[in-house]
């Protein structure tokens, strides 16, 4: 008979597995051997420890429905608990400790009644970022850590870059400040208020950065040293205060110049004023302030005209002279100001409106842009103190009108004619919709055509110019709103550079992702030589942003990130390190028949035309058919061999080729329909491959195609290289495919009878909404006559429901939510819509039929939690031409609440996942245990269970969803290395919810070991393209265009680990004051804070995000509801298998059979391997 909690057992068994840190939790008292405490007055049993006195002063907390003290007479766990909430009601004998914090103020004191907190509640910040404690379960990694984010920065707003330490810096809508230098070096910085940053400007060489928001404040960024490496950090702020009875927006700042000096900055305004601030400290210079009325003094009368100059468009330093100011007003007045003397020297009387200047290196002459599309030249050291006419002016895209040139730049070149960029300028009727950078040298122009509107850009060129010698300037950097785009200025046609980092993942977007983790180096050097052969045209010439050195080490292994976008092309990823450096490009849309070649043609003739147009850069979100989009990869890093499927049902098998090839691709069709009657397809049309031999380039080239029919995206695709074997599946069933032999070995159809949805595919617009309505309605009315027929009012369990709901229904505090101990999991319907998708497919070498056979199986789960076991007859190596694969059905699988199947794992007979193929026979890994019984796990949204085969009978299990409240979106099987030595792996098993919260369980016994809260809830993109990989580490995406890299182990980060050499002009060890030196808290778009200074800030809790939360530990006694360790399994009223089918004969009939068919050589020897 099983022992009951709490009944003649050991107080200390009782205890939570490990303790928690003072300023979380208090550590396990004693229980009490009398009645239940009281209040803190009265009550208290004689074996009860004292209350400290901060305790027993205390102020009263609100009470909870029930008992005087704040627990319900069922002794309920409060919901704001993460650690010990996890199912049944607690005896009276467990101390009311566990479930309290100390009150503020009062660390390591018990303050009786205050719940811990929940999740999604702000928490005492005991714990840095990672959640980790040395004692506790996840302790024996480290934490959890968001480490870099990879990809281009979302929204970018403003771009700035210092020619000393030769780095730039990016920043972005949502506040977030990045620094760029070589690759590896990168730092990340986050306004506290959600600002956009309109403008950056660096000092050079000293290591601050001044920005500037929208909301018309400035901040002062500096790069500090701790501990040996970089980290940036803002330490003042600064606003302009309103001038008296004027408008505030004649003080909003328009344009940012600091001085060369360091000592000071410039700040141009609406209302046409100049006001000077102090560097670092930003103090304002009341008494440098220049007002337009000074100014207007100097300007003729015909000129003046009773017009305001209007606001400050520009201000440009003098190259030779720091003492002297360009100011250019709005209205096309240029004044070259001295600050000494506070006299206008010169003045240039343009009459077109003023979009900005710059200076000609020497300091003689200077450029204006304007908004009618045109620049001008005029000459700043002549004669006189006013200039009307320029040197030259010029509409480069004329006569016709043009947009306004919103930056230009005057770049001197030692071999001949200056460079002349500039932004906008395109003829407005024709090609005002076009986003473009001009490049002028003497005789030759090249207008750059970008796939998006331009931010900013800047020259790289040599920091000092001796005086009489030029800039030459090597490259051009453009940050368009979608990418990075770089121009190298010194080869022949100036061809753009690849860049190392911050390449744009979404040119298409982005439809699904996977990770291959330690690549074998001769597939690494064969993608990365072919991806070196798709760009001829690139540029040879090294990144030319290097500044910075990169400390991190040297990646011990090569992952590859693969990304499949939109358009039907697969990209191939460097995620070794903290850059992402693309590798190499798979594109699937030529072997189909598609509107490419128009595409071509039309830029083809478009190059002769007027303005020369070249298309740069590789963003491009549109797609030629949407059909196009891939929904599935699968690569075998050992036989080069890949998988790509796609949204109309299209399937192809590619192998890794060095040489360029010209073959016609084999295509097969697979109905999986079966000619099953009463069903017709809806949706789009399969893709028409292209008749006869093409021409494929050096890398993946497809050798087969495989046709779904009906045509339904593919929802599921696994290859086992070794047997020559793929399998896919689809909305209305899966199919099985020996690419060797080129024939399909299996189909099977699991379409529902009702199943009407997935006949109208992804694409199509019938959906009835009615239809919908009315099964959700259906399905509220069968949930409550079932709970209505299920509910027993004898039973205790219906006495425990009865009034859980009773107290949920009366008021309590807002902070304590009342959560039942167990939810109650209604049955899904078996008409469900999509019943039939095929969720996951898994290959293994299993016991199946006995005990004491194994062989090659194939395994696939559906959205109705039904799971098909076939027993597979593969030939050997030698006989694979000779005979086909046959497949045998051998068990079905249904689960009770038919929770759809997320994932299918087999595991050896010592609890290990089962090898990759070719692993055991290349010595990668050990061979696995097949001495003992395996173990198989599947994973539904609902729970995890854990199966003995080849019976299948349970063996242990979590209902995630009954515990937790929250449903399972992705699975995987890592290995985590202990943080105390790197050689102790241990399996486990890491589950994504629909909360965006990270569990990890141990494999096989289903323990909870730690959770920890990763995504926000509301992110439904970001946890529906997170990616797992082997080794505890992770990606999801932030926007469409970033991956932020998460670690389960502190033994496997990739973070970056960088220094700046800074030779500041004066001291800042005391610059930063106590107001302005807060945390960065992260927020949408996913910036993260450096590790290094987490445990530097305490901000209070109510400034903390959801993502800050340190983990919730399981603390886990054995007789937890949780615990499934050497516990029996508790089936009472819980079947979570309806019926487990077996198509297979037992051994002695196999063996019989086999017996029998022996002679007859047209049949196979038998379905299993021995």
Same mark, same amino acid.
């Given at each position: ?5 709490g ?6 068994s009782?205890a939570? =597995?490990?303790?928690?840190s003072?300023?979380r939790?208090?550590a396990?008292?004693?229980?009490c ?21 901060a ?6 907390q ?9 627990r ?9 608990d993460?650690?010990?909430r996890r199912?049944?009601?607690?005896r009276w ?16 004191d018990?303050a009786?009644g ?22 506790? =379960?996840?302790g024996?990694?480290?934490?959890f850590?968001?480490?870099?984010e ?6 970018p707003s403003?771009l ?35 600002a956009?940053?309109t403008?950056?400007?660096?000092l050079?060489?000293q290591g ?8 018309n ?16 950090e ?8 309103g001038?008296?009875?004027c ?12 001085m ?23 103090t304002?210079l ?14 003729p ?15 440009q330093?003098?190259?030779r ?5 360009l100011?250019?007003?709005?209205r096309g007045?240029?004044?070259l100001?001295?600050?000494s ?12 409106q003023?979009?900005s ?19 001008m030249?005029?000459?700043?050291s002549?004669?006189?103190q ?11 895209y ?7 040139i ?27 919709d076009?986003?473009c ?12 055509d ?23 300037p ?9 990418e ?10 100036w ?10 993942l979404?040119?298409s ?7 291959v ?19 001829p045209?690139?540029?040879?010439v090294a ?8 400390l991190?080490?040297e ?14 092309t ?19 849309a030529?072997?189909f028949?598609?509107?490419c070649?128009?595409?071509d043609s039309?830029?083809q003739?478009?190059?002769e035309?007027?303005p ?6 590789c963003?491009?979100?549109?797609s ?8 599935k990869?699968?690569?075998c890093?050992?036989t080069?061999k890949?998988?790509v499927a ?14 360029k ?19 017709t397809w ?7 491959p ?18 779904c029919?009906?045509p339904?995206a ?16 689809t909305?209305h069933g ?7 032999r ?5 189909a ?6 009702n ?23 259906r399905?509220?009315?069968?949930s ?11 039973s205790?369990?219906?006495k ?22 167990q ?10 819509s ?10 293994a070498?299993t016991?199946?039929r ?6 090659p199986?194939?395994?696939a ?6 799971v098909? =076991? ?6 050997s ?7 086909a ?21 087999v ?19 050990k =061979? ?27 063996k242990?299990?979590?209902?995630l ?12 099987l890592?290995?985590l290395?202990?943080a ?8 486990c ?15 096989p ?5 730690v959770h920890?809260s ?6 439904i ?47 800042t060890?005391?610059l ?10 992260p927020?949408a ?13 305490s901000?209070?809790?109510?400034d903390?995000?959801?993502?800050e939360?340190?983990a ?8 937890s ?13 819980d079947?979570?298998?309806e ?6 004969p037992s051994?002695e ?19 299993l391997?021995?």
């Amino acid at each position: 008979m099983p022992q009951t909690k709490g009944a003649g057992q050991d107080p200390a068994s009782l205890a939570p =597995a490990a303790s928690v840190s003072s300023d979380r939790a208090v550590a396990a008292q004693p229980s009490c051997p009398r009645e239940p405490c009281g209040p803190l007055t009265a009550g208290r049993g004689a074996g009860c420890p004292p209350l400290p006195p901060a305790a027993r002063a205390a102020p009263p907390q609100p009470a909870s429905p029930g008992t005087p003290d704040g627990r319900d007479f069922l002794g309920k766990v409060p919901a704001g608990d993460t650690r010990l909430r996890r199912g049944r009601p607690w005896r009276w004998r467990v101390p009311l400790a566990w479930f309290c914090r100390p009150a503020a103020g009062t660390p390591g004191d018990v303050a009786v009644g205050v719940p811990l907190t929940s999740p999604g509640v702000s928490s005492p910040r005991g714990f840095r970022a990672g959640g980790s404690h040395p004692q506790s =379960a996840g302790g024996r990694w480290g934490g959890f850590f968001k480490t870099v984010e990879h990809g281009f920065p979302s929204q970018p707003s403003a771009l700035a870059y210092d020619p000393v330490l030769r780095v730039m810096a990016i920043g972005t809508k949502a506040g977030a400040v990045k620094l760029y230098g070589a690759p590896g070096v990168e730092l990340t910085g986050l306004h506290k208020e959600t600002a956009t940053v309109t403008q950056l400007h660096f000092l050079p060489g000293q290591g601050w950065l001044l920005s500037l928001l929208d909301d018309n404040t400035l901040h002062l960024w500096e790069v500090c040293q701790k501990e040996g490496c970089s980290h940036l950090e803002e330490t003042r702020s600064f606003g302009l205060p309103g001038r008296p009875g004027c408008s505030p927006g004649i003080t909003r700042v328009t344009v940012v110049l600091p001085m060369a000096a360091g000592a000071m900055a410039c700040l141009g305004t609406e209302g046409g004023a100049v006001y000077f601030v102090t560097l670092p400290t930003l103090t304002l210079l009341e008494d440098k302030t220049l007002f337009p009325d000074e100014i207007l003094q100097s300007v003729p009368d015909d000129y003046r005209c009773g017009k305001a100059l209007g606001p400050v468009e520009s201000i440009q330093e003098h190259p030779r002279d720091g003492s002297r100011l360009l100011i250019g007003y709005s209205r096309g007045l240029v004044v070259l100001w001295e600050q000494s003397t506070r006299a206008v020297q010169h003045l240039f009387l343009g009459n077109q409106q003023l979009e900005s200047l710059a200076w000609e290196q020497s300091g003689k002459s200077i450029v204006s842009s304007h908004s009618d599309g045109g620049y001008m030249v005029w000459a700043a050291s002549g004669s006189g103190q006013r200039t009307q006419q320029p040197v030259m002016s010029t509409i480069p895209y004329g006569p016709f009108p043009c947009k306004a040139i919103s930056k230009i730049l005057w770049r001197t070149c030692e071999s001949g004619n200056p460079f002349i960029i500039f932004s906008g300028g395109m003829p407005r009727a024709s090609y005002g919709d076009r986003h473009c950078v001009s490049v002028l040298q003497g005789q030759t122009l090249a207008t750059l055509d970008f796939t998006s509107r331009v931010i900013d850009f800047f020259t790289v060129q040599s920091a000092e110019v001796p005086e009489g010698g030029f800039e030459n300037p090597r490259a051009l950097v453009v940050l368009v709103e979608e990418e990075l785009v770089a121009i190298d200025l010194q080869t022949p046609g100036w061809p753009t550079i690849p860049a190392p980092y911050l390449a744009p993942l979404h040119s298409s977007a982005i439809t699904c992702s996977c990770h291959v983790s330690n690549v074998p180096l001769k597939l690494w050097e064969r993608i990365v030589s072919v991806g070196e052969q798709q760009s001829p045209r690139q540029s040879s010439v090294a990144w030319p942003i290097d500044g910075g050195k990169n400390l991190a080490q040297e990646p011990t292994q090569r992952g590859l990130l693969l990304t499949g976008h939109e358009d039907g092309t697969v990209r191939f990823w460097d995620a070794s390190g903290v850059s992402l450096k693309p590798l190499y490009k798979l594109g699937t849309a030529n072997i189909f028949q598609t509107d490419c070649e128009h595409n071509d043609s039309l830029n083809q003739a478009g190059e002769e035309e007027w303005p020369p147009f070249r298309k740069v850069g590789c963003f491009d979100p549109y797609s030629d058919d949407p059909r196009l989009g891939v929904q599935k990869i699968a690569l075998c890093k050992y036989t080069a061999k890949m998988v790509v499927a796609g949204t109309a049902g299209q399937v192809l098998v590619m192998e890794l080729s060095d040489e360029k090839s010209e073959h016609a691709v084999s295509v097969a069709t697979v109905d999986l329909l079966q000619d099953r009657e009463g069903f017709t397809w809806k949706g789009h049309d399969r893709l028409a491959p292209r008749n006869g031999p093409l021409l494929f380039p050096p890398g993946f080239q497809p050798s087969v195609l495989v046709q779904c029919v009906p045509p339904a995206a593919v929802t599921a695709v696994t290859l086992h290289s070794e047997w020559n074997l793929v399998a896919f599946g689809t909305s209305h069933g899966f199919g099985l495919f020996d690419y060797y032999r080129r024939n399909p070995v299996l189909a099977r159809c699991t379409l529902h009878p009702n199943d009407s949805l997935a006949m109208e595919g992804p694409l199509s617009r019938v959906k009835s909404l009615k239809k919908s309505l009315r099964q959700s309605f259906r399905r509220i009315r069968k949930s409550r006559v079932s709970g209505k027929k299920r509910l027993n009012a004898s039973s205790p369990s219906s006495k425990v429901q009865e009034a859980n709901a009773q107290l949920a229904e009366q008021a309590g505090p807002p902070e304590v939510e009342m959560t039942p101990v167990q939810r109650r999991i209604e049955p899904r319907s078996a008409d469900d819509s999509l019943s039939g998708v095929v969720r996951c497919l898994y290959f293994a070498d299993t016991f199946l039929r006995d005990a004491a056979h194994h062989g090659p199986t194939m395994w696939a789960g559906t959205n109705s939690g039904s799971v098909f =076991a076939y027993a597979l007859e593969v030939p050997s190596q030698e006989k694979f031409s000779e005979r086909a694969v046959e497949a045998v059905l051998g068990k079905e699988i249904q689960l009770m609440h038919r929770a759809p199947v997320v994932a299918i794992a087999v595991l050896d007979g010592r609890g290990n996942p089962l090898p990759e193929p070719y692993e055991v026979s290349r010595d990668l890994a050990k =061979a696995p245990d097949m001495q003992g019984s395996h173990s198989m796990l599947i994973s539904s949204e609902e729970q995890f269970k854990v199966f003995t085969l080849p019976k299948v009978s349970a063996k242990t299990k979590f209902k995630l969803t009954a515990h937790e409240g929250c449903r399972v979106r992705k699975v995987a099987l890592v290995s985590l290395a202990s943080a105390g030595s790197e050689e102790r792996l241990e399996n486990c098993l890491a589950c994504l919810t629909n909360l965006g919260d990270i569990h990890i369980f141990s494999v096989p016994s289903l323990r909870p070991q730690v959770h920890y809260s990763c995504i926000r809830k509301e992110d439904i993109s970001g946890i529906a393209s997170c990616v797992f990989t082997k080794h505890g580490q992770g990606f999801y995406l932030i926007s469409p265009s970033e991956f932020e890299r998460f670690s389960l182990s502190a033994r496997n980060v990739t973070e970056p680990l960088c220094r700046l050499e800074i030779a500041r002009l004066q001291d800042t060890s005391c610059l930063s004051n106590s107001s302005a030196v807060t945390p960065k808290l992260p927020q949408a778009n996913g910036t993260h804070v450096p590790r290094g200074s987490e445990g530097q800030h305490s901000p209070s809790d109510s400034d903390r995000s959801p993502e800050e939360h340190p983990a919730a530990f399981s603390p886990g006694p054995i007789d937890s509801p949780n615990s499934s360790m050497e516990n029996p399994l508790d089936t009472t009223g819980d079947i979570t298998v309806e019926e487990v089918k077996d198509f297979l004969p037992s051994s002695e009939e196999a063996e019989q059979n086999l017996r029998n068919t022996s002679e007859d050589e047209a049949r196979p020897t038998g379905i299993l391997i021995k």
